[in-house]
Structures are given as C-alpha cells and as structure tokens.
C-alpha cells in the first residue's frame, strides 16, 4: 500500500496546486479555463531558465510566465471584456504555440540528463499547505469575504464598495503564482519539458474544483483521489491485479466522466458560485 | 475603433513580430515563404483548400451553437467519434451505398456525443464548456482504445485501421496530381449556405438566434427555449460528426489514433471571426486553412510550427474582443 502512497502524492500534487489556481480565480467570479495553457507556458519557461541560470531564477521566470498569462485572462475579462471562456481559449491556444514555438528555437537539443530542479517533495507541502491557507483565507480574513462576494454577486459587492476588478486582479495574480509553481513541479517531477507536457492536467484540475463544489479542502480531496486513480493505473497496467484488465483508456476517462455526471446534478446540489461570468 | 482595440492589435503585432525577429528571419521574408507554401503554386492552393475543408465543416458547427448561445468546445470530440464511426461503417459496408451510410453514422454518432453536453446544459443548467471539455478527453480516449482493439488493421500490430477501398471515398472534383480538389469542399459551401439561408428565412432558424440573443425573452415569446438549447447542441454535434466521417471518406481514407491536429479548436476560432453572418465562415475557414498550410511551410524554413498557434490566439483576442463583449449587468 506505501507503494502507492507516494506516486499518488506526487501525482496529485500539480492537480492540488491548478486547483487552487482554480479556486482564486473562479470563487472571485472569473471563469478560468486557461489553467492548462499556464502551466504549459510555466513548464516551459522554467524549463528553459533553469537550464542556463539554475533551479531558483528557473522557478521565477515560471511562475512569471504563468502570472503573465494571468494578467492577460484578467485584462481581457475585465477591462476588454471578452467573454471568459473565450479569453481562457486564446490563451490556451498562446500558450501551446508560444511553449512550442520557445522550445524548439531556444533549447539546445544535443543537451542531456535532468534539468535543475528543487525536490519534489517541496512542492508536495507546498501543495497542502497552499490548500490550508487558501482555505483558512477564504473563512477568516477581509481579502477572502470579499473575492467570495464578488463572485457571489459583483452587483451587490459593488453596492458594498468593493471594487471587482481589483479584487479579480488579486486573485489571478494567486492564480498565475499557484498555476506557475504547478507547472514548476511538473517539469520538476520528469526532469524534462516535452511539448504539450500538461497533457490536460489543467481541465482535470477544473474537474476537482468543480467536483469539490468549488471549496479548497474537498477539491483537494478530489485531486488525491484522481491521483489515486493515476497511480493505481501505472502500478497495475497490464497485470491481472485490482482492475489490470480494464483497458488503461477507460481509467484515464473516469475523472472526466465523473464531472460530466457531477455537472448533471447527480452528485448533490450544484454550488457553482452564483457570479462566475459575470461582470 | 477605441484605444484600448487598437492598443490590443499593435500588442498583438508586437508579440508575432517579435516572435519572428526572435527566431533570426526577416518579416518579410516569413510572409513569402507563408504566401509561397499556401497559395503561390497550384499544389499549394490544392493543399490549402484540403486543409480548408474540415475547418470549414467544423468551423460551421461551432457557429450554429454560437447562435443559440453555446459555447460548443466539444467539437473535436464530436469530430473524433464521427470519424470513428464513419471509418467503420465505410469498412464494412464497400461501395457508394457505405459512403452515404458512413457520413449519415458520423452526424449521428457526433450529434449523440453532444446530446449529453445539450441536455445537461438545457435541463440542468450545467455549463456545456465544461461539459464538452470533459467530453473531448474522454472521445480521445475512446477512439485510441477503439481503434487499437475492434477496428484496427487485422494485418497491422496496432494503430490505423485498414485504408478504404478506392470505392468507398468520395470522389475528386479535380483529380490532376499534385492538384487534387475533393467534391467534399463544394459540399462544405453548399452547407455554409444553406445553414445561412435556415437562419435567416425560416422559423425555427429565427427562433434558435433568439434563443441565443436572449432565453428569457424568447421563453416570453412563447419559445420553448430549453428545447431548442437542446436541439442547437444536437445540430452541432451532427455537422462535426459529419466533418469526421468526411475527412475518413475524402482524404485520410483510415482513421488512426489521433486524427485531429486539432480542427475542433480553430473551428472556434473560425466561427468566432466569422461573427453573425454563416456566409463568413468561408472567409475565416480559409484563413485558418492558409495558417494552417502555412505551419508546415515555415517549419521547413526553420520557424516552429507553434507560431500559427500563436497567431490563431490573438486572432481569437482580437475578433472577441470587437464581438464578444459584455455589458455591466448583462448575463
């Protein structure tokens, strides 16, 4: 069973952290699809710097490639006002192109070996830990009633003298930080950026926030059990042992079908907050 | 036009030229090479309009859920299942009769991988983005296992399924190598066209466009607009399974694991830069085909391939933020 323990904890440790980037951006109303594409761009970029200048300015400039794309999704939400789905596309779109374009112009192909790293059980803590404090935020200070109230009702909060934008601009600033420490870990875990590395993790990350009604602890709970899921299927591939003969594909399906079955209102009521999308 | 547009599009050129001077090649010696490799030569043209095609299909589909108000992410999904289904009836059944019988197969199989998204977002309120971003994953998925067990090649350790028997695809328009034009792209202006006049002329295309301008007002007007949410969805999952089983029977003749270079998401691009009009989906699908000819080209010339993506993202920006705004207090 201790076999598991740590493949499951490293496997949901990027989920966790995407989720909670998850969870600023979408409890303060804005609909963020582009996890996925900041990650990406944060893989990438630390893969990149890392190389050439070591493992600390590797993780800056990857969370500052993801907070980047953060301020963009926050300033075509809110000062353009493109619909947010849309903003979170185009920046999927930018960062798949953007890692692709980077990658194969500036990283030196005949370079071999891992690149530096920190030790991916930093960012196993970090994950929980980023989890208790964006949970104890939410519950007792200022900053977190209020990203709570503006995406409950951005109206209302305005009545109450709360700025929206700003409030938005502060949790998408959590949002590129947490995104780019995910993606961080990432390319920490394999030791190499390979195209499109993310494979999806940030819509499977939005799954658990949506699965975890939209709260820090049980969406958390949530990624630990995809990572479950994950582990179970690599340790298991192929053999006769706890479910080796269901074809790998139907396993990499269940997080997704799971939500499609959530969203249909079959899991308990729906808490999705009341503002996201809104102005 | 505003600062803050113009601002976004000098940004935007910024970012493309930027990212060209980066990679150590003159602008203008990018753009001939794109122009060249997309529309300079008769195989160039005849390889853009092939890559026009399934963009045009796809770029359609999103459209129709556009005007309804949906956000259909899940095209490539239902492209995916589509071509699935589509490549297996072709197999099975030879002939003419299997071509009909693969393309009615692939409308119905990417109209039943919408249903789910359609019904959870008409009846449920669920958000169909989520719904049909879950659903692409799953349709990968699927396919992958599907054509690596019961539909691959008997001969082949894994992958691709048999190549269709030449009776079993759609025929050439032009057949002069290397100018190869499908009868499959007068089929894609056709549908562009029709679908533009159901919107415009008819009832039911009048009643879907009020649905998407406003569901509650057209609920008041005797809409039932869940309803038609619902059929919107199935409509749009139909021509993107029928996108699927056009590019089995006209131009990949099998279908492998990973068939779409990702149609269905430039599809939302086209439909977004085609704004209100169904007509001028065919200018933006031929927009999307020449970046998406014009990858290639430049990849040969030593510029990633990730560019175009690039440009497709801001080109998406840009169309949305002149189109697709919001007003304080609206929905």
């Known amino acids: ?279 | 036009m505003s600062w803050k547009l113009g601002s976004l599009i000098v940004g935007a050129i910024g970012v493309l030229v930027l990212a060209i001077w980066a990679s150590g090649v003159s602008p203008a010696e990018a753009l001939g090479t794109l122009f060249r490799g997309t529309l300079g030569s008769p195989s160039a043209i005849s390889g853009t309009l092939r890559e026009t095609t399934p963009l045009l299909f796809t770029g359609l589909a999103v459209f129709l859920a556009l005007r309804a108000g949906l956000f259909n992410i899940g095209v490539e999904g239902q492209f995916l299942i589509g071509a699935m289904i589509g490549s297996a009836f072709a197999i099975r059944f030879p002939g003419p009769f299997g071509i009909t019988f693969a393309l009615i197969g692939g409308a119905f199989g990417g109209a039943v991988w919408a249903a789910g998204p359609g019904w959870i977002k008409a009846y449920r309120h669920g958000h169909e983005v989520i719904t049909t971003i879950m659903l692409n994953s799953v349709a990968l998925y699927l396919t992958s296992y599907v054509v690596s067990g019961v539909i691959k090649d008997p001969a082949q350790q894994s992958a691709p399924t048999v190549n269709l028997a030449e009776a079993s695809r759609l025929p050439w328009l032009v057949n002069a190598p290397p100018v190869q034009v499908s009868w499959a792209l007068p089929l894609a202006l056709v549908s562009t066209l029709g679908l533009a006049w159901w919107l415009k002329k008819t009832i039911s295309g009048y009643e879907l466009q009020a649905v998407g301008a406003n569901p509650i007002a057209a609920s008041y007007a005797g809409i039932d607009a869940p309803r038609m949410i619902f059929f919107a969805m199935l409509g749009s999952g139909a021509i993107a399974g029928f996108a699927g089983a056009i590019q089995v029977v006209a131009f990949e003749g099998r279908f492998y694991s990973g068939f779409s270079p990702g149609y269905g998401f430039d599809a939302l691009g086209v439909a977004l830069l085609a704004g209100n009009q169904a007509q001028a989906v065919i200018p933006a699908a031929l927009l999307f085909g020449v970046l998406a000819k014009g990858g290639t080209a430049l990849q040969i010339f030593g510029i990633p391939k990730g560019i175009t993506t690039v440009f497709l993202g801001l080109i998406i920006l840009i169309a949305a933020a002149i189109r697709y705004r919001k007003v304080i207090g609206g929905a």
Request: charged share 10%; hydrophobic share 50%.
């Open chain 1, 1 to 279: 069973m201790l076999n598991l323990l740590w493949p499951t904890l490293v496997l949901a440790t990027p989920l966790i952290l995407a989720a909670m980037a998850g969870y600023t951006s979408e409890r303060g109303g804005v609909i963020n699809i582009g996890l996925e594409g900041m990650m990406l761009a944060s893989a990438c970029t630390a893969a990149l710097v890392s190389v050439v200048h070591g493992a600390a300015l590797g993780l800056l400039a990857g969370v500052g490639a993801a907070t980047l794309l953060s301020l963009l999704h926050w300033l075509a939400t809110q000062h353009y006002r493109i619909d947010h789905v849309i903003s979170g596309m185009s920046i999927n779109a930018l960062a798949a192109g953007g890692t692709n374009f980077l990658y194969g112009k500036f990283s030196n192909p005949d370079r071999t070996g891992s690149i530096p790293h920190f030790g991916v059980p930093i960012f196993v803590g970090l994950a929980f830990g980023v989890t208790a404090a964006l949970w104890a935020g939410t519950k007792y200070t200022a900053f977190g009633w209020r990203l709570v109230a503006v995406g409950s009702d951005p109206a209302k909060a305005r009545l109450a003298g709360i700025n929206p934008v700003v409030i938005r601009l502060i949790g998408l600033l959590m949002t590129g930080v947490l995104t780019g420490l995910a993606g961080v870990m990432l390319v920490s875990d394999s030791g190499v950026f390979t195209d499109n590395m993310t494979s999806g993790r940030g819509y499977i990350a939005l799954a658990a926030l949506i699965l975890g009604g939209w709260r820090c602890v049980p969406a958390c709970l949530a990624c630990l059990g995809f990572g479950v899921l994950s582990a179970v299927r690599l340790q298991f591939q192929g053999t006769s042992a706890l479910g080796g003969h269901i074809p790998t594909e139907a396993w990499a399906s269940l997080p997704y079908v799971v939500t499609v079955v959530a969203l249909a209102g079959f899991l308990g009521r729906t808490r999705t907050p009341t503002g996201l999308g809104r102005l």
